[in-house]
């Protein structure tokens, strides 16, 4: 089980759930950021901290925003688990769909 950014963090990447990961597992890309599915210790204070209630715990998606998951999880295929978002920086392998969306991920 893990955390999820969902759609409504496209185009708007606060970091306010940067900012308050104790474990350094949410990593930027061009559009949003995304949580490391095997890094996360599911504290929950990123979700507390979005602004956009963009984060979920995986169990709690709702519906429409579920494919998020494996969307979360894929962006992680090239960088595999660096142990640390800081190490990385901002990457340009958003999915495809991410990558596809309108903007403001609407």
Do not use: W
Request: hydrophobic share 35%; glycine share 6%; charged share 25%.
């Amino acid at each position: 089980m893990t955390y999820v950014v969902t759609q409504s963090c496209v185009d708007i990447k606060d970091r306010s759930c940067v900012a308050q990961c104790p474990v350094d597992c949410i990593y930027e890309g061009d559009r949003m950021m995304y949580i490391h599915p095997d890094e996360c210790i599911e504290c929950g204070a990123c979700e507390a901290a979005c602004p956009v209630s963009a984060i979920y715990y995986d169990a709690e998606l709702p519906p429409e925003r579920e494919n998020f998951l494996d969307l979360n999880a894929a962006f992680f295929t090239e960088i595999g688990s660096p142990r640390g978002a800081k190490k990385v920086g901002k990457s340009s392998n958003d999915p495809a769909f991410v990558s596809a969306l309108p903007p403001g991920g609407a």
